[in-house]
């Protein structure tokens, strides 16, 4: 189950075209789910955006459609989600792929990089455009080549539903000290020129998890499964055929 990241227009397919076919040519089920708040979800104002809204509400979806075992691949607030699904839930969780997952610092932390600062500060003025849209999507990666102009509409599309309260009242706590937790296999990936989230969070899981491997790639942002998707992919689709079965 892939679960994408935060941000203005941000959904499932945005995050993840380019991996999909890829885990299901390998003879996965795929599931893209949009978070509440984004995509094709509903979008609910005046309520808390919490971790725990966001961790319950895809769990209760899942087991709704029967779904009782999933390996979780997590973008930012998504890998920040698939970390607490399998804190709350571990016999749930079969293994882990993150791409540079959030809720591992400090809010202040998280604030003072970059690409925050720019994505919290523009999200929903009055005058919100779509170069606005543009210029978030290219904060979001090394070379801008990757971002087109069906991907920038796809996300202003989305934008434009979404109320300020998605952002401006997300609520994500520290996970790092409960890291030591996660028993499952662990697959992680992180950008050297991640203006989101900084790269050092890499080594909490090297150094608190039993089952961990990261691998860091230079002139990347914090799209790793965009930017080197065919290499995202492959060490992906053989993590999973080589840990299976072999959870803790």
């Known amino acids: 189950m892939f679960i994408h990241g935060s941000g203005p227009g941000a ?3 945005s995050n993840f075209r380019l991996n999909i076919d890829a885990f299901v040519a390998a003879g996965y089920r795929v599931l893209l789910p949009d978070l509440i708040g984004y995509g094709a979800s509903s979008k609910p104002e005046g309520i808390d955006y919490t971790l725990a809204l966001f961790t319950d509400t895809l769990h209760e979806a899942l087991l709704a459609h029967g779904v009782g075992k999933a390996t979780l691949v997590g973008n930012s607030l998504g890998g920040g989600i698939a ?7 571990p016999a749930f969780v079969d293994r882990l792929i993150l791409m540079s997952p959030g809720c591992i610092e400090e809010r202040e932390v998280y604030f003072a990089m970059p690409g925050i600062a720019k994505m919290v500060s523009d999200f929903g003025g009055p005058d919100f455009t779509i170069g606005d849209q543009r210029r978030l999507v290219t904060n979001l990666v090394y070379d801008p080549v990757h971002v087109t102009d069906e991907l920038v509409a796809e996300r202003f599309a989305v934008a434009r539903t979404q109320p300020k309260d998605v952002l401006a009242r997300m609520r994500t706590p520290n996970l790092a000290p409960r890291l030591g937790e996660l ?4 697959l992680g990936f992180w950008g050297l020129q991640d203006q989101f989230l900084p790269e050092s969070g890499a080594k909490r899981f090297l150094e ?3 089952d961990a491997r990261f691998l860091t790639f230079n002139k990347v942002g914090h799209w790793v499964q965009v930017e080197r998707a065919e290499e995202f992919n492959r060490y992906s689709v053989d993590f999973l055929k080589t840990t299976e079965g072999t959870r803790r």
């Open 11 to 13: 959904s499932g397919a």
């Open 83 to 89: 970390i607490q699904m399998a804190l709350d839930h």
């Open 183 to 186: 028993n499952m296999p662990i």
């Open 208 to 210: 608190a998890c039993p």
